[in-house]
């Protein structure tokens, strides 16, 4: 069944209104669980809003404070924004579960993105690096107001040879002011965890903290 909390607190600040305050630390920052909860996966982006160069190094920059297993810091970044952003579409696959819609829709497409390259071949610390990376700059991007995507599905070799990449690309992050409206739905432990959208509303299953303790 749906998590009507959930449903509220992300409707609350999809629309900016006056709630949003209370999110706020005694900083003027929003809170770690706010950023989070606006943190959604879109397939969906405002054209209107383009993405420039200087945010996307705004954002790959979180990743020179973050922690790096064995401090090997070995992830690089590849800024792809304006008429590149095309380039780099092609070769990405979006919306796995959704096949059907052939998503993003067409005008509904990033305006950038950042690949995420490795200078030394996957491997798990590589993977840890990884998922802290792009949670973070992710994290980022939602306190900038934008959002994104992870894209684990692309044509590597094409990317490399499209972009002249010198080191491996493992990941894709997706850039954009998100157009979709994107709810979570409480499930328990067993029940499917696909999403699906109704009525124009995308819907993430998500379990529970007692269904994820031990």
Not at 4 to 31: D, I, M, P, Q, R
Not at 39 to 55: I, P, T
Not at 80 to 102: C, F, H, I, M, S
Request: net charge neutral.
């Amino acid at each position: 069944m749906a998590d009507n909390y959930l449903e509220k607190k992300f409707e609350e600040f999809h629309s900016g209104k006056g709630v949003a305050s209370k999110h706020k630390t005694s900083s003027g920052n929003f809170s770690l669980n706010s950023l989070l909860l606006k943190n959604r996966s879109h397939r969906g982006y405002d054209s209107s809003r383009q993405v420039l160069v200087e945010e996307l190094k705004q954002i790959a920059e979180v990743c020179t404070k973050i922690p790096s297993a064995k401090n090997q810091q070995v992830l690089r970044f590849k800024l792809v924004a304006g008429e590149d952003a095309p380039r780099l579409q092609q070769y990405t696959k979006w919306g796995g579960a959704l096949p059907e819609l052939n998503l993003p829709f067409e005008g509904t497409e990033p305006s950038a993105f950042i690949i995420i390259c490795s200078t030394v071949p996957e491997n798990k610390w590589v993977d840890i690096d990884l998922g802290i990376a792009a949670q973070s700059m992710l994290l980022k991007a939602v306190e900038m107001g934008l959002n994104g995507i992870c894209i684990g599905a692309f044509n590597k070799n094409a990317v490399v040879e499209e972009f002249s990449l010198q080191h491996e690309p493992v990941l894709v992050l997706a850039i954009g002011k998100g157009a979709e409206h994107i709810q979570l739905t409480r499930v328990k432990e067993g029940e499917s965890l696909t999403y699906y959208r109704k009525d124009g509303l995308h819907f993430v299953p998500k379990l529970g903290l007692d269904d994820l303790l031990l």
